[in-house]
C-alpha cells in the first residue's frame, strides 16, 4: 500500500510503499494481548519477600508450658498466628517471565503496526533530524502537526540531536528500529516512523 510521508514542519516529502504483510493486517486482540502479556510480565522484577518464622527475630524459647495453662499449645512467638511472626507460604524472589516464541513475537509485531495504520494512527516522515538539540523546537513541530503520547521509531541510529531534544519532552519517545515493541507502540496515540525505520522494520519482520 502507499502511504504519504511528510517532513517536520508539515510539508510534503514524497510517499513510502508499505508492505501489507506488516502494515495492512487485520489486528488480533488475541495475539497482541499474549505479546503484551509477555513484554510485562519479563519486566515485572519479582524481588517481592516476606520473612518466614526462621527469618523473624523473636525469641525461639517456649512461650508458657505446655499443659495445664487452659490455651492452645505453642512453641515460640515466630508462629504465623502471632503478631510479627513469620508469614506462611508468603511470596518469595522469582521470575515472573516466560517463553514465547521469535516467530510468535514478530507476528504481534506486525499486528500492532497493522492496528496502527487502520486506526490512521501512523504517520511516515522523511527523517528524524535536528540541526540543534533544541527541545522547543521539537515540540514547536509536535504541536503544529497534532502529534499526542507520541513514539518516533528511527532506522537503526537515532539522530542524536533529536533524541536530546526529545529527552525532556514527556508526550514524545524515540527508540531505533531493534527497539521497537507491541506494548510502546499500543500505548503511544500517534505512531510516527521515518523512512528508514520502515526499511528496516520490513527488513526486520520479513
Do not use: C
Not at 30 to 41: A, K, S, T
Not at 60 to 73: E, H, L, N
Not at 111 to 127: F, M, P, R, T
Request: aromatic residues 4%; glycine residues 10%; positive net charge.
Amino acid at each position: 500500500m502507499k502511504a504519504d510521508a511528510i517532513k517536520l514542519d508539515g510539508k510534503k516529502a514524497g510517499s513510502v510503499d508499505l508492505d501489507d504483510a506488516i502494515f495492512g493486517l487485520e489486528p488480533r486482540a488475541d495475539i497482541l494481548h499474549r505479546v503484551v502479556r509477555w513484554q510485562r510480565n519479563n519486566a515485572q522484577q519479582g524481588t517481592h519477600k516476606v520473612k518466614t518464622r526462621s527469618e523473624t527475630s523473636y525469641s525461639t524459647k517456649k512461650i508458657y508450658r505446655q499443659k495445664g495453662t487452659g490455651g492452645a499449645r505453642h512453641g515460640d512467638r515466630n508462629a504465623p498466628i502471632f503478631r510479627k511472626g513469620g508469614i506462611y507460604k508468603g511470596p518469595t524472589p522469582r521470575s515472573h517471565g516466560h517463553e514465547l516464541t521469535k516467530k510468535f513475537r514478530k507476528l504481534g509485531l506486525r499486528h500492532a503496526l497493522s492496528a496502527k495504520q487502520a486506526a490512521g494512527e501512523l504517520v511516515i516522515i522523511d527523517e528524524a533530524k535536528l540541526g540543534d538539540a533544541k527541545t522547543s523546537q521539537l515540540a514547536k513541530h509536535a504541536k503544529s502537526l497534532g502529534w499526542k503520547r507520541t513514539l518516533v521509531i528511527d532506522g537503526p541510529q537515532v539522530d542524536e540531536n533529536f533524541a536530546r531534544a526529545a529527552r525532556n519532552l514527556t508526550d514524545v519517545d524515540v527508540l531505533p528500529s531493534v527497539g521497537a515493541n507491541v506494548y510502546d507502540i499500543l500505548k503511544s496515540k500517534t505512531l510516527v516512523i521515518t523512512k528508514a525505520g520502515v526499511e528496516a522494520l520490513e527488513a526486520r519482520l520479513k
